[in-house]
């Protein structure tokens, strides 16, 4: 589904060169969990935005759903991110001028649906997440939770092949963290595949995979899952660089 | 996409109400002031017969010659010092020389006409003594009856033809042709009512350019006019004139005019040589005593000639669309500050698959909308604007001063066009936006 070979991100300047990605190397198959972990500055969002086509990185290769992104105009690359990606934000980013129902049309109109088309995938994607009774609800009239629901049903309406989540639970208290992190479980089991970017060891845990980030670069894989309660808690501190 | 993009614009003004009414009024006053000119410009501009001004052609001839006027340099009111009319003598030579296959000399006057009903009192209407080709050359219309015949010019026939405003007042506009009208004393059969022609600026009579109460509501035979010494209403002597009627015919006073129509450029070329020809034979019989000077103006060089718009209006007009270039220039910074305060929804937007031309096209829509609504502002300014001037110039002015179809198509089109024009930069630095770093930030 998504493979970085070799990756390296550069921003430069005219003094300053700051690597944020070095010889990044992932895989993540089809109907995967991942959670990418690491500390603040470490290259975690840069990763998923280079993921999600929103930038452009500065050597290696990227192949997404056996499309190789090198090269593509930004028509191509805002058609396949449409296609094939959903966002979910830690602050959600809905569109305050729009209410839930509009919030949610957004990708399908770039994508030039007709209206009853989209109005099916809307009213499917709101039973799924559980919104149907707050359609002409504004942003500023829903909880955080409810709001992150809103987030995560735009990104799953246009059905894409990868979601990508940039600590989704981090603006919610743990009672909303919780619905919202079942929900993603619930997505999971369902057959997406999510890469989500998280601080939190504990929503990591939950994923199927981990990947994580240090200075640009991937400095340990889990191959198998550990569950809150089940593994360690020093294990998990020693994955996230933590001292006990 | 137009269709939603144009509901978001809708969206985004009911947001950010005190900006947008800001941009609104900006662009809403630029417009007022630029077409409130641009109107009266347009106006006094406008061709006013349309197909036919580059046919027809009136002649000049210089019969004052090198004389030096003093304090009255306005008699010729020309910049090349050419009489604007003809005396009766060059009128009458040019008709009798026909030289272009339509022609009409004519001038001014007024009548006293003398209605049927006896309960009605006389009155005075303005007229024009002309030729039959004058109708069919200026595709003047008729609702009833047809203009009298060349050989009626010949016969001096006691005939007429009257405006429909005319015919209502005299005859409750039932068809009045066959109907007799006394005017100055004398009955004249009523051979066709003039349909609704009003032609702006009336160009064959530039002293009653844009007053539409001064237009001639009869029309009868020049001959006929000269032959019972009916006096023109403008005369112009350079020497005083010896007394009658006859002395006056004979005089260098200037009170008539001609038009031809002149269908070909060949024949344009012919008529200019029979004019050279003419003030030649003039000189040469010791008429002139100077140089022959001759000119053959089309209906616009004609108006332009005699700076029908002056030039006081024409750089009215640029400063009023300098103007409404400042007041653009404000209301591209306000967009330019609003789009860039949206820069995060314009980021969400193309994480979910919005590509450049599809964020660009979203804020010039915007920047379009904008406009619609700055000219609907700026059409009550400009109706505020023109009111003033009607004030200012009196009644006369009405056919300059008021607002037709074309007028609010041109003013909704110019705050369209300029406001996208002005909102292309902040749109183009919107669609810009690096999606990634405004997502890492918020």
Redesign the interface.
């Known amino acids: 589904m998504l493979t970085m070979k070799n990756l390296s991100k550069v921003y430069r300047t005219d003094v300053l060169e700051t690597h944020a990605l070095r010889e990044f190397t992932v895989e993540v198959r089809e109907g995967e969990f991942v959670a990418v972990t690491g500390p603040s500055g470490s290259g975690k ?2 990763f998923l ?1 280079i993921a ?1 086509l ?2 452009e990185f500065t050597s290696g290769e990227y192949w997404l759903d056996g499309v190789d992104t090198r090269g593509l105009n ?2 191509q ?3 396949l ?3 094939k990606i959903g ?1 979910v ?1 830690q ?1 959600f ?1 809905l ?4 209410n839930v129902y509009d919030n949610i049309d ?2 399908l ?3 030039g649906l007709r209206g009853a088309e989209r109005r099916r995938l809307i009213q499917e994607v709101l039973q799924r997440v559980g919104l149907s009774s707050r359609v002409r609800h504004y942003p500023s009239e829903m909880s955080g939770g409810q709001q992150q629901r809103a987030a995560i049903a ?1 990104a799953l309406v ?1 059905r894409p092949r990868l979601l990508l989540a ?1 600590e989704p639970t981090g603006n919610l208290d743990t009672q909303m963290a919780r619905g919202v992190m079942e929900l993603l479980e619930e997505l999971h089991r369902g057959g997406a595949t999510i890469v989500m970017v998280t601080h939190d060891p504990e929503l990591a845990a939950r994923a199927q995979r981990q990947v994580h980030i240090m200075d640009g670069r991937i400095v340990e894989l889990e191959a198998e899952p550990v569950l809150v309660g089940q593994g360690s808690v020093e294990g998990l501190r020693r994955a996230f660089g933590r001292s006990a | 996409m137009f269709g939603y993009y144009f509901r978001l614009s809708l969206r985004s003004f009911r947001r950010n109400i005190i900006l947008t009414g800001l941009m609104v009024l900006a662009i809403g006053v630029g417009i007022g002031a630029s077409m409130t000119t641009l109107t009266i410009y347009r106006a006094m501009a406008a061709d006013p017969i349309p197909g036919k001004s580059a046919r027809l052609f009136t002649p000049q001839i210089d019969n004052y010659g090198p004389v030096n006027l003093g304090s009255d340099t306005k008699a010729f009111q020309t910049a090349d010092r050419l009489p604007v009319s003809l005396t009766y003598i060059d009128a009458v030579a040019f008709m009798r020389a026909h030289a272009a296959p339509r022609q009409a000399a004519m001038y001014a006057t007024n009548v006293a006409v003398t209605p049927a009903d006896t309960k009605q009192l006389p009155f005075r209407a303005p007229a024009r003594a002309t030729y039959a080709d004058f109708f069919a050359m200026f595709d003047v219309p008729f609702e009833y009856g047809a203009p009298w015949s060349a050989q009626d010019d010949a016969a001096r026939a006691p005939l007429v033809v009257i405006t429909r405003q005319l015919n209502d007042r005299l005859f409750g506009g039932a068809n009045s042709v066959g109907r007799t009208v006394t005017m100055n004393g004398d009955p004249y059969r009523v051979v066709g009512v003039m349909d609704s022609w009003n032609p702006e600026p009336r160009f064959y009579d530039l002293n009653n350019a844009f007053d539409a109460g001064g237009a001639d509501e009869v029309y009868l035979p020049f001959t006929l006019a000269i032959a019972r010494q009916i006096q023109s209403n403008g005369l112009s002597c350079l020497k005083s004139v010896g007394s009658g009627w006859q002395a006056l015919l004979a005089s260098e006073c200037i009170w008539t005019s001609v038009w031809v129509e002149l269908p070909t450029a060949a024949s344009v070329r012919a008529y200019r040589s029979f004019l050279t020809n003419y003030g030649n034979a003039q000189r040469d019989s010791g008429r002139f005593h100077w140089p022959t000077h001759v000119a053959l103006r089309n209906v616009r060089q004609w108006l332009a000639y005699r700076q029908v718009v002056s030039q006081d209006v024409s750089t009215l007009v640029l400063v009023s669309f300098a103007f409404l270039a400042v007041c653009l220039l404000n209301a591209l910074g306000l967009m330019l500050a609003k789009f860039m305060a949206r820069l995060g929804q314009v980021s969400v937007r193309r994480a979910l698959g919005a590509n450049q031309r599809a964020i660009l096209a979203q804020c010039v829509v915007e920047s379009g909308t904008l406009g619609l609504t700055g000219a609907a502002v700026g059409l009550g300014f400009t109706l505020l604007g023109l009111g003033l001037a009607r004030g200012l110039f009196g009644d006369s002015s009405a056919v300059l001063t008021s607002l037709n179809g074309g007028d609010v198509a041109i003013a909704i089109a110019v705050s369209v066009c300029t406001t996208m024009l002005a909102g292309l930069y902040p749109s183009w630095r919107a669609s810009r936006v690096q999606p990634a770093w405004q997502l890492k930030t918020q």
């Open positions: 969002t840069t935005t999600g929103l930038e930004d028509r690359r805002s058609r991110r449409n296609e966002f934000f602050s980013n569109i305050p001028d729009l957004v990708p109109r770039y994508r735009r246009g940039d």
